[in-house]
Nanobody, 128 residues
Framework: QVQLVESGGGSVQAGGSLRLSCAAS????????MGWFRQVPGKEREGVAV????????AYADAVKGRFTISRDNANRALYLQMNSLEPEDSAMYYC?????????????????????WGQGTQVIVSS
């Protein structure tokens, strides 16, 4: 059974940092690209960051470039999102996801439609 379990969310003041984690199980972790997405009520889920299977290549949404860093640990089947200089606009439910699409350009992998495994999400609240 495929499971993606996020953790690390919470409440933080603007300018602060959080590190999200995602634990994967039930599939061959290192054969899939991974991504972080976020969603606020009433809006579509948006891609935040994606990472290649080996963790060498990454891509980010313009809104988080230079502030967020995605990484993965294939030996431990884990995905991370280091979030620095957080802004109130970063408040959302954050999801990790896995995609079987390996030949698409990485920058196109910020589309939620390319992912078929999803976690339940972890809430991030940034106060001003």
């Amino acid at each position: 059974q495929v499971q993606l379990v996020e953790s690390g969310g919470g409440s933080v003041q603007a300018g602060g940092s959080l590190r999200l984690s995602c634990a994967a199980s039930g599939y061959a972790y290192n054969t899939r690209r991974m991504g972080w997405f976020r969603q606020v009520p009433g809006k579509e889920r948006e891609g935040v960051a994606v990472i290649s299977t080996a963790g060498i290549y990454t891509a980010y949404a313009d809104a988080v470039k230079g502030r967020f860093t995605i990484s993965r640990d294939n030996a431990n089947r884990a995905l991370y999102l280091q979030m620095n200089s957080l802004e109130p606009e970063d408040s959302a439910m954050y999801y990790c996801a896995a995609s079987p699409a390996l030949s698409d350009a990485l920058t196109t992998m910020l589309a939620a439609s390319k992912y078929d495994y999803w976690g339940q999400g972890t809430q991030v609240i940034v106060s001003s």
